[in-house]
């Protein structure tokens, strides 16, 4: 069977279903659940999904939503409904369509312009916050900052910590300025447009970092096809995606890295599925190279500190 993938008009002939004057939201739900869980790629978070964007439509908690399942829709409550429904039935994410998405317990804005932050990301902010001193002044960059996840973390928990947070992406940028304002970190956390640390100044090279954190694209342009479609078809290309192997980010960040950190200053990267040996071998002059697994047992996270003495 050839698989064909939707398209606007498929999502809203899907839901040009004749609404009913009166659906409850215990209908509303399992009638959503049951055309998303038809989409091979949609199947496993069908019921999720439908709960999820009914909250988002009536802002509801979870409790709140199940706590009157026999509660009627007004016809426009059931017509938003069924237009976020079409949304996802096009594997838009979920956190596109609500524009939230919580990291470390931090509910972050999320637009197309950022990549989605991922829960095995949270590892490398763990890691750093078990390896840094809570109780005095230290500096940090975050290279590729995105929706300002990992800065903002940091931020909320090393209260002394002073953060550079760096993207290439003006439009990333500007969605992580407004996560800090709303966090009220504003103050403690620098935005700068650089392609790695292209744009730090010559004295703060010099000067050093206590921390280099980054979570860089890693994936092999060659696995774009083996993506989920809301991965592939929704997330921005250059978050994503980093040369052949994957590691192009790496190769540039890492010596970088060892100029700009002070001697026995923390490099922590995210990296990807299979790509232990070949950080490991990347790192090869550093010290206390060491990686953490995620919940999968799958190497998630590389730290390595920098020498003392330049080699």
Not at 59 to 76: D, I, V, Y
Not at 132 to 154: K, N, Q, Y
Not at 209 to 218: C, E, G, H, Q, R
Request: hydrophobic share 45%; aromatic share 4%; with cysteine.
């Amino acid at each position: 069977m050839i698989s064909k993938t939707p398209t606007a008009s498929d999502a809203s002939a899907t839901c040009n279903l004749q609404l009913a004057i009166f659906m409850t939201l215990r209908e509303a739900i399992q009638s959503a659940a049951e055309r998303l869980a038809q989409d091979q790629h949609l199947r496993d978070s069908a019921r999720r999904d439908a709960e999820l964007l009914l909250q988002h439509r009536l802002n509801l908690t979870r409790a709140g939503l199940l706590a009157n399942p026999a509660r009627s829709l007004t016809p426009t409550e059931l017509q938003d409904y069924e237009n976020l429904i079409a949304r996802r039935l096009l594997h838009e994410p979920v956190q596109y369509i609500t524009g939230v998405q919580e990291f470390y317990a931090l509910p972050l804005r999320v637009t197309p312009a950022v990549l989605i932050p991922r829960p095995e990301t949270e590892h490398l902010v763990e890691a750093v916050l078990e390896r840094l001193p809570h109780d005095r002044p230290v500096t940090i960059v975050d290279i590729g900052t995105g929706s300002g996840a990992i800065a903002l973390a940091l931020a909320t928990h090393l209260p002394q910590a002073a953060i550079t947070a760096i993207d290439l992406s003006p439009a990333a940028l500007e969605i992580a300025k407004a996560n800090a304002h709303a966090l009220e970190l504003s103050s403690r956390v620098r935005f700068l447009v650089s392609d790695l640390l292209a744009s730090l100044s010559p004295s703060e090279i010099h000067a050093g970092f206590d921390a280099i954190v980054s979570n860089p694209p890693y994936i092999p342009a060659s696995d774009a096809s083996g993506l989920h479609p809301q991965v592939r078809e929704h997330e921005p290309r250059q978050a994503l995606f980093a040369g052949v192997d994957g590691l192009e980010i790496y190769r540039r960040l890492i010596p970088q890295a060892f100029k700009a950190l002070k001697p026995g200053g923390l490099l922590a990267v995210e990296i990807g599925h299979g790509q232990k040996n070949d950080l490991a071998t990347l790192l090869a002059g550093w010290t206390q190279v060491v990686f953490v697994d995620d919940l999968q047992s799958i190497p998630r996270v590389a730290l390595a500190r920098r020498t003392v003495n330049l080699v």
